[in-house]
């Protein structure tokens, strides 16, 4: 006990040594003597101080004034900032002191910690009850009647001078009451959005101390379940920040509030806060906290520091952090880069950064909760997306980095001069993954996101694209089972590679020519159409079967077996060994058990083409059947390179069942499919592919590529309530329903 008064004592020495507070650089002393002294740190101190140092900062407009909001574009280098004004009053060591006595014997004499102290050590055990018992010391310290959602109310000095505190607040205060009880077990759990407290070995339970939102149910004393944080952003799916004490410092610093008013921040709060956290970032203390780096961010972005990383690194590493930490499960990472590529008119980095912000939440369900989310993805929805679009239309034909035209940095470090934005079908493909996300995150929730401003505002927005811009992507059916597929599929690779070279050689080809003799007129290397279209739609299935369809898909597969067959036969060596043996592989999967004889005009027309030229124009509903004789060299020039590509698409469909793309990217691109045609003179595009996760989306696929949008369809598939979950508040009870569910018809009174 002695040794521990004396450290007590030194402590408070090197505590007022940094006293009176006079300025900035005074408070930055102080906490680093806290940080760095080798002992744990002061909750109920460092957040005093922060408080009284907040407070005098920003009531009455005292302190130097900056613009709260980073410009729009930085053209100049900044101007170097003035220096920072001394505080107007020294805040002296008394006045700490007398409010940390008052705090801790507030807390001290309200709770009874005699059934939670170890007898034999004379220290109190964290539990249940005696945490409920500190927070309900500090719900009852707090006034009645005030507005729960201002600013400067979430220190422990605005508890003890004004009994107030925000949700932030109350957690903040009941952890640092609980250490000045003992209690180091004790500590802050932080999503997005919500605070509580976790305590005993390894933060194995939980307790509820605060509220959230604008109401303020009592949760207090309840535990946080899996059962409570599944699925529920508020939560973060159980993905939160487990604080230690610096971490929790660092929360602290986080939280202060520069506003003096609307549009004006004081500057010293925004450098002492700049500093606090540069601090502990250098300390490592930061690393698994990615909301306190996108604070760091925002800071530098309105006052760069020399030598310190720029605002867009610093939002890509809390991504990392959110990845490495959270399984990903963080949304505002995404926000906060997107917002900054906004800012500066990146307009199609922030179209990225948004999707896959959406492709975060969509991993949640909503609910009433949720309501800060809810805003912040409708603001970007309805207002800041829309006025990308509309700047990116009007600045189209300009040139320059920070234009939507403008060129973006390759890895190489050369510059890549883009197409607009409304002709990239990239960016397309992006605005549709943003509300594939959105979508699926009202799947399964129990109230509807998407209303009729979220339809009108998306419909606006995608007729802004070029027509052909929108049919250039390609939107396909994410499967789930992909990735196991791929699995299977290399297992299957390793294992035939491992087989004797004389048994791969033994390729059977009578069973080939057994199953090309079903067809006689269908001629190798000379797919249908139907094939091409096959390598990208998925075949559908509605539990109906009938002759037509089993004809065309023996049709199909017949197709298949021909062209590998015709490919195996020209390998040579190794190679073609194990190309043998894949082939060989993929046509046992095919089932031409349910083949029948195709329609006579199909074989007569199949055995005219081998003799004439069939006319593309009949292909497309006009003309005669077969090209006049002074016409063919034409038709042969214009469908030879049409062949060729459908003969490279032959093999892509054959194996499509076995490339497999990374489950992961939900976004690649089709490279080197020519869409304009051979020959015209004109660059080949890359097609982006879309995989939608959202039924609603899946549904619209042929609405939102077709040339001419129909807005009244996209708009119903948009605000349809079908895939919301509907709790009944009053089921029917068993007097309203017979047996066999159809309700009983009431008399009238």
Aim: include cysteine.
């Amino acid at each position: 006990m002695a040794a521990k008064r004396e450290t007590l004592r030194r402590r408070s020495i090197g505590r007022s040594a940094c006293f009176p507070l006079v300025s900035v650089d005074s408070v930055v002393d102080l906490f680093r003597t806290q940080l760095t002294d080798g002992a744990v740190p002061d909750l109920a101190l460092l957040s005093i101080v922060l408080g009284a140092v907040e407070n005098q900062l920003t009531a009455g407009g005292g302190g130097g004034e900056a613009p709260s909001e980073a410009p729009a574009a930085a053209v100049d280098p900044p101007p170097p900032p003035p220096e920072l004004s001394p505080f107007r009053r020294p805040i002296a060591f008394g006045e700490i002191e007398a409010l940390y006595g008052q705090f801790a014997g507030l807390v001290r004499a309200s709770v009874d910690a005699g059934p939670s102290r170890v007898a034999s050590a004379k220290k109190l055990r964290s539990s249940t009850e005696l945490i409920k018992t500190v927070s309900n010391t500090i719900w009852a310290g707090l006034s009645t009647s005030y507005y729960k959602d201002r600013a400067h109310m979430q220190s422990i000095y605005s508890f003890l001078t004004g009994n107030r505190l925000d949700s932030f607040g109350v957690a903040l205060a009941a952890v640092a009451g609980c250490q000045l009880l003992g209690l180091d077990d004790v500590h802050l759990a932080l999503t997005e959005e919500h605070a509580w407290i976790v305590f005993g070995e390894n933060g194995s339970q939980s307790i509820e101390v605060t509220w959230h939102g604008k109401g303020v149910e009592d949760k207090r004393g309840q535990p946080v379940t899996p059962a409570v944080s599944d699925k529920s952003w508020l939560y973060l799916g159980g993905h939160c920040v487990i604080c230690e004490r610096y971490m929790e410092v660092a929360a602290m610093v986080a939280s202060i509030n520069p506003s003096i008013a609307a549009s004006v921040d004081s500057r010293e709060l925004n450098a002492l806060q700049q500093q606090l956290l540069w601090m502990l970032y250098d300390t490592g203390r930061l690393k698994k906290y990615p909301m306190a780096i996108t604070n760091i961010g925002d800071l530098e972005e309105v006052n760069p520091t020399p030598g310190r990383p720029s605002p867009e690194l610093l939002f890509k590493e809390a991504i990392e952090s959110a990845k490495k930490y959270y399984e990903n499960m963080h949304v505002y990472p995404y926000t906060y880069l997107a917002g900054y590529y906004y800012r500066i008119r990146h307009y199609r980095e922030a179209l990225r950064a948004w999707a896959e912000a959406s492709q975060v939440i969509c991993k949640y369900n909503y609910h009433r909760d949720d309501e800060e989310v809810y805003k912040e993805f409708l603001e970007i929805a309805n207002e800041i997306i829309p006025n990308a679009i509309r700047s990116s239309a009007e600045f189209s034909s300009h040139r320059g980095g920070l234009l939507p035209k403008g060129r973006t940095m390759s890895e190489t470090g050369d510059f890549l001069q883009l197409p607009p934005m409304l002709q990239d079908p990239e960016c397309c493909a992006l605005f549709l993954k943003f509300y594939d996300g959105i979508c699926e995150w009202e799947e399964g929730s129990s109230t509807p996101v998407l209303h009729i401003t979220w339809a009108t505002h998306m419909l606006n927005s995608l007729s802004k694209f070029d027509p052909d811009t929108r049919a250039t992507v390609l939107l396909l059916d994410f499967v789930d089972k992909m990735a196991s597929a791929k699995e299977t599929f290399e297992a299957e690779s390793s294992m035939r590679n491992a087989k004797e070279s004389d048994k791969c050689r033994s390729f059977n080809d009578t069973n080939l020519d057994t199953l090309s003799e079903r067809h006689p007129q269908r001629r190798p290397g000379r797919p249908s159409r139907r094939i091409s279209q096959n390598m990208y739609d998925e075949p559908r299935s509605n539990g109906k079967s009938n002759a037509k369809g089993t004809a065309d898909t023996s049709e199909v597969n017949s197709c298949k077996l021909h062209h590998l067959k015709n490919v195996g036969d020209k390998e040579d060596g190794d190679d073609g060994c194990l190309n043998s043996a894949a082939f060989k592989e993929l046509i046992s999967r095919v089932d031409s058990s349910h083949s029948v004889e195709p329609d006579p005009t199909i074989v007569a027309l199949g055995h005219a083409c081998g003799e004439s030229i069939l006319n593309p124009a009949y292909l497309l509903g006009r003309g005669e059947p077969f090209a006049l004789k002074g016409e063919a060299g034409e038709c042969v020039e214009s469908v030879g390179p049409t062949y060729a590509n459908l003969n490279e698409g032959m093999l892509v469909a054959a194996t499509a069942d076995f490339k497999v793309e990374n489950r992961g990217s939900c976004l690649a691109a089709a490279g080197g499919q020519d869409l304009t045609g051979a020959g015209n003179g004109i660059d080949k595009v890359q097609r982006p592919v879309l995989y939608l996760r959202s039924t609603k989306m899946k549904e619209m696929k042929e609405l939102l590529t077709a040339k001419k949008l129909n807005g009244n369809a996209i708009k119903l598939h948009l605000t349809a309530q079908s895939q919301v979950f509907v709790k009944h508040s009053r089921p029917g009870s068993e007097l309203d329903y017979k047996s066999g569910g159809k309700p009983i018809k009431r008399l009238r009174r």
